[in-house]
């Protein structure tokens, strides 16, 4: 099989998905490479090997949960966490969500 730089190298032309994000394969998010260019250099990987990565990740995270996690701590048990602690401090005085500017 021979390799095709246009097609391996080339990644889907990129969609933003916030300010800071980009996404050009179905489900890989990334920091857009625009921001990090200053402090990181940027590689070109080719596509299949981006893919590879990004569909081997949940092995990889269930081998770091197996050998170093004593608990595994889910993104909504944080989230409620937070809540509940804002909760109780009252969100209006919240540093993360500051003064209410209402005018009444």
Do not use: C, K
Request: charged letters at 25%.
């Amino acid at each position: 099989m021979p390799f095709r730089y246009d097609e391996q190298m080339q990644p889907p032309e990129p969609q933003r998905v916030t300010d800071v994000a980009i996404t050009t394969h179905e489900h890989v998010f990334e920091v857009d490479p625009r921001l990090m260019e200053r402090w990181v250099l940027q590689q070109q990987f080719p596509n299949w090997d981006s893919l590879r990565i990004m569909n081997a990740r949940g092995d990889h995270l269930a081998w770091m949960h197996r050998h170093f996690a004593s608990t595994v701590v889910t993104g909504s048990d944080l989230l409620a966490d937070v809540d509940a602690e804002d909760a109780g401090r009252g969100a209006a005085s919240s540093p993360a969500t500051g003064p209410s500017l209402s005018p009444d």
